[in-house]
């Protein structure tokens, strides 16, 4: 999955948004896994938004990482800050923990 600048350039995108790869924090193929649409705003609108897919079992750590490839400033995972419904969101929890069951959610990287 790659966009760059708002710009598709690779993966699968389905209702312009990029899926993920089928692939958990182990790498395993999955069996039965739950994807969640994600936009992503950057601070002062610098860049468009992001639009993708990510899967709920990921963590967030592991968004932060595809984030990394994702965004035109490509942050070192350790500098992003990600915010949802106003709260920061540490590395070791999963989307699933955080995330309600709204169709498509907003996130902050800050």
């Given at each position: 999955?790659?966009?760059?600048?708002?710009?598709?350039?690779g993966g699968?995108?389905?209702?312009?948004?990029?899926?993920?790869?089928?692939?958990?924090?182990?790498?395993?193929?999955?069996?039965?896994?739950?994807?969640?649409?994600?936009?992503?705003?950057?601070?002062?609108?610098?860049?468009?938004?992001?639009?993708?897919?990510?899967?709920?079992?990921?963590?967030?750590?592991?968004?932060?990482?595809?984030?990394?490839?994702?965004?035109?400033?490509?942050?070192?995972?350790?500098?992003?800050?990600?915010?949802?419904s106003g709260?920061?969101?540490?590395?070791?929890?999963?989307?699933?923990?955080?995330?309600?069951?709204?169709?498509?959610?907003?996130?902050?990287?800050?």
């Amino acid at each position: 999955v790659l966009v760059h600048s708002g710009v598709f350039i690779g993966g699968e995108e389905t209702g312009g948004f990029l899926r993920p790869s089928r692939r958990m924090e182990s790498g395993r193929a999955e069996e039965v896994e739950e994807e969640v649409s994600l936009i992503v705003k950057s601070p002062a609108q610098r860049h468009p938004d992001l639009l993708l897919s990510a899967w709920r079992s990921w963590s967030v750590r592991r968004l932060k990482a595809e984030l990394r490839h994702l965004h035109p400033d490509e942050p070192p995972e350790d500098t992003q800050r990600l915010i949802y419904s106003g709260k920061l969101l540490p590395d070791h929890l999963f989307l699933q923990e955080v995330l309600t069951k709204e169709a498509v959610h907003a996130l902050h990287l800050v």
